[in-house]
């Protein structure tokens, strides 16, 4: 018989079916199997991905490209300048610079057209490097277009930008923005870098004189240190400038606003800019690609492959205390300030230029409008005749609405930049003799 169920007081114990004393009240012999549930459709381990498991991988994919993206934009959108040499120099307060020189094309020592081309100095603007003026093999390259035309092409790296040596320490990184003389700054652009790498070039070529070619804030380096030392100017065959002013329309662009950090605000350390752009290279030319407009215009003027590779590869964090300097080219009243004493640098130059001018300029540049940068060029020139002074505003006659780096990287500019720059180039060296008739002996 089966065993008897124990008696609880209060209480009423459920019979097993399972148990044998269980079935037989069923009817079913005491020797059969336990009922079997059938198992549950998706098991509690089940391998199978639901949907919040992939919005989980795309929001850890989003978080991995948002840290990392200064080191894997160049990955993914690589290029290599085409210099034919690397130099590097020491400036008075040690800071090793760069400088990439394009020899003349198919050009040998004795054979190259030195005798009456002065060198060509190439200098970036703010928060860039090289790549501004070559982005690579079969690419735009203003570097490259002169040396194939028979010029000597050296493109400087500003302290701290490029292949230029970084601050050694982090304290002088993180005293930026709180005095005017640190260590990486516009006063030492003006007063280290650029009279170090002139000296540099003049001394290696044995050139009386070179050509100044600056972008934006390359332009406006040299502007002020003729403000501070005029007589400097008789180191330069000419002086051309690409989008660069020393002040502006009373009314500044709305889309150069977002730089601008108000005094209270202002810290030291640096400006993110090579996060900020390495982060929209794969959107570069797109649709929401926040820096169209603003640095270029892919309506036309660029194509997006440059303009991703320009995004990756050519941008550079700043100190907060340059992007403070430079904004006050948008003084209502002043125009651009001197860095350390303050005094506005516009009316010191006031038609006193005495080297020839070329000044190119962008429909379409947000940053420094034309009409800035054709009052800038024709207050400094000390004569206003076409021999001292020329304003081009680019792609004008055929339609074509150039940004602030489509001047450099749009797909028309060798035509409606390049070709006008270097036949200034040559005009102005028509006739000159730059170099001593032994220059040929001098080491490459």
């Not at 492959?305 to 590869?313: E, R, V």
Request: hydrophobic share 40%; aromatic share 12%.
């Amino acid at each position: 018989p089966p065993p008897q169920q124990p008696i609880t007081a209060g209480c009423t114990i459920a019979p097993n079916p399972a148990h044998p004393s269980g079935a037989a009240k069923h009817g079913a012999p005491w020797d059969a199997p336990p009922r079997r549930h059938p198992p549950p459709e998706h098991p509690p381990h089940s391998h199978q991905l639901h949907p919040e498991d992939y919005y989980r991988a795309l929001w850890y994919l989003i978080l991995c490209w948002l840290v990392f993206c200064p080191y894997l934009a160049p990955l993914l959108y690589p290029t290599e300048t085409q210099e034919d040499q690397v130099h590097f120099f020491t400036t008075a307060d040690g800071a090793r610079i760069n400088l990439a020189r394009y020899s003349a094309y198919n050009a040998t020592l004795g054979e190259r057209k030195q005798s009456f081309t002065a060198p060509v100095i190439l200098c970036h603007g703010a928060f860039a490097n090289r790549h501004t003026y070559d982005l690579g093999k079969g690419r735009t390259s203003l570097a490259k277009f002169l040396a194939e035309r028979g010029h000597d092409v050296w493109v400087l790296e500003l302290r701290a930008h490029g292949r230029s040596a970084k601050p050694a320490w982090l304290s002088s990184v993180l005293s930026q923005g709180t005095r005017s003389d640190s260590a990486w700054s516009v006063i030492k652009y003006i007063e280290q870098d650029l009279p170090a790498a002139l000296d540099y070039v003049k001394r290696h070529t044995r050139a009386a004189k070179v050509h100044w070619v600056g972008h934006s804030m390359g332009g406006i380096i040299l502007y002020s240190w003729l403000a501070f030392h005029m007589e400097n100017a008789r180191d330069f065959a000419s002086i051309v400038t690409l989008g660069s002013s020393l002040d502006h329309p009373r009314k500044a662009p709305p889309a150069y606003h977002f730089l601008y950090v108000p005094r209270g605000l202002r810290s030291p350390g640096l400006a993110p800019f090579n996060w900020a752009n390495s982060i929209f290279a794969p959107l570069g030319g797109g649709v929401f690609d926040l820096f169209n407009g603003f640095q270029y215009n892919s309506g036309g003027a660029s194509r997006a492959s440059d303009i991703k590779i320009l995004l990756a590869n050519n941008f550079e964090s700043e100190p907060w205390q340059v992007v403070f300097d430079i904004h006050t080219v948008f003084s209502k009243k002043l125009g651009m300030l001197h860095p350390v004493t303050k005094e506005p640098l516009l009316p010191q130059l006031n038609h006193s230029l005495p080297v020839p001018l070329l000044a190119f300029a962008g429909e379409c540049d947000l940053q420094f409008k034309p009409e800035a940068v054709s009052r800038t060029a024709h207050h400094l020139a000390a004569r206003d005749t076409d021999r001292f002074v020329r304003y081009i505003t680019a792609g004008k006659e055929e339609g074509v609405c150039y940004g602030h780096y489509d001047m450099l990287i749009g797909q028309r500019a060798d035509r409606d930049v390049f070709q006008p720059l270097e036949r200034w180039i040559v005009e102005v060296d028509q006739g000159q003799h730059w170099y001593p008739d032994n220059a040929y002996d001098a080491a490459c």
